[in-house]
């Protein structure tokens, strides 16, 4: 289509051309499978049509229907800043007219690499992909190559991308969407993978008393944001950290959701728990799309071109995504905006789960710094079998009264939602008031 026909000359905005979301997507079923690009945003667990954004700006979206949201889904995770932070629109402005991609070395790539070994000091060596899935297909490759060994060891709702191996009793859109594993993947592929509930060290133990030589790596979110926000028991991260020594496989941390959102690092730096390696997304980007994977520098030199593990990317280290995620991680490391993230997150929580248990309400907020998630249940979610005892419907009704009140959330029981540097204390306020009102 040409784009001065259709209209959008200057960057037009979808609204200025009235087109709405429910036109949008009809056309887009037509042209893109189930008419999105990421299972969870067809609305299928809250029901209704998806809307569709147009831009957005700090803590703010407006949609193709002329509508302002405050958003506490922040793109699933990548925006502690918020839209549209003008020195990250900066960089990447001035990256991309240097050249989109080049397909070779940047020195960009170089300066980053050590940003993020500054910020980790467990992480020696960092090697950039494109995408937090990128990132743990090429984890479980290397731990399988380091150690030698084949079998993986994750958790029951722990999501970590669409790699073939790892779909099975996974969360995030698998969970939403009432499975837990895909079509399309042979048993071949889950084979080798055993799953432990999550926070249940007993289980972690008995599988690996039985598979000691053969494991290569256990991998694990430590607070686990695909079946909705759930943090890790006190302590359990430590035995799985000496569970892992004990029988030599590797600990991996997947901190693609948890990397640089609770502080200017990893929360398995935070917590003083160190994986051999680590697998980082969303935020390192700054709202591009980019992956990467940490660790040990014995460890990562088995990555060609030193060692035998093959991994390639034609547009790793992609210079405009680099831009962005650099200035992100340095406004984060310099400002430090994560105490005021957590109060705002604290606040919202607090307001809303006294007025449950006034009310004697089935529901409550988990909420851990900047990070929250509304569970329609009143007891505390501990792994994936509390999750899914909470009230789907209840969560759907909540979802769209929240939405036609002006508030964005993800549109999933099983998801975490997020404070961002951008939101205010009337945000919070709103949202608060808007809840209160949607429980009577």
């Known amino acids: 289509m040409n784009r001065e026909k259709a209209g959008f000359n200057d960057f037009t905005t979808l609204n200025e051309l009235h087109m709405n979301s429910k036109e949008l997507f009809a056309r887009a079923c037509k042209v893109i499978p189930g008419g999105v690009n990421s299972p969870v945003r067809a609305f299928n667990s809250v029901g209704g049509d998806p809307v569709y954004i147009v831009k957005g700006n700090g803590s703010r979206m407006q949609t193709a229907d002329g509508v302002e949201l405050i958003d506490f889904c922040g793109s699933w995770g990548p925006l502690p800043l918020g839209h549209a932070r003008p020195e990250v629109v900066e960089a990447i402005k001035q990256a991309a007219s240097d050249g989109t991609s080049f397909g070779t070395n940047t020195p960009r790539e170089v300066e980053f690499a050590e940003l993020i070994c500054e910020l980790v000091p467990y992480i020696d060596m960092v090697r950039l992909v494109s995408s937090g899935t990128e990132a743990v297909m090429t984890a479980l490759r290397l731990a399988r190559g380091y150690t030698g060994r084949n079998k993986i060891l ?101 901190e693609v959701i948890n990397g640089f959102r609770l502080g200017p690092t990893t929360y398995g730096n935070m917590c003083d728990v160190t994986p051999d390696l680590t697998t980082l997304g969303k935020i390192i980007g700054g709202g591009m799309p980019i992956g990467a994977l940490g660790g040990r520098k014995d460890i990562m030199e088995s990555l060609a071109p030193l060692g035998a593990v093959y991994q390639a990317g034609t547009l790793s280290g992609n210079p405009v995504a680099v831009a962005a995620g650099m200035t992100t991680l340095k406004i984060l490391r310099d400002e430090n905006p994560y105490p005021e993230m957590a109060r705002l997150g604290k606040k919202l929580a607090d307001s809303v789960n006294s007025h449950c248990a006034e009310k004697n309400i089935d529901m409550h907020i988990a909420q851990l710094g900047g990070v929250f998630t509304p569970f329609f249940r009143k007891e505390e979610i501990k792994n994936l079998e509390d999750a899914k005892c909470c009230d789907t419907k209840q969560h759907a009704k909540f979802f769209h009264s929240m939405l036609k009140s002006g508030i964005y959330l993800p549109p999933s029981q099983f998801e975490a939602a997020f404070v961002s540097a951008a939101h205010t204390e009337e945000d919070i306020n709103i949202f608060v008031e808007k809840t209160l009102l949607a429980l009577q």
């Open 154 to 254: 994750k958790f029951e709702g722990g999501y970590h991308g669409h790699t073939d191996c790892l779909l099975v009793s996974a969360g995030s859109g698998l969970l939403t969407a009432g499975i837990s594993s895909s079509a399309g993947v042979p048993d071949s592929m889950t084979a080798d993978i055993f799953v432990a509930p999550y926070n249940d060290i007993d289980a972690v133990r008995q599988i690996v008393s039985e598979n000691a030589n053969d494991l290569a790596a256990i991998i694990m979110e430590p607070v686990a944001g695909n079946m909705g926000l759930v943090p890790s028991k006190p302590g359990f991260l430590e035995e799985l950290r000496q569970i892992s020594d004990d029988c030599g496989a590797l600990l991996i941390f997947d």
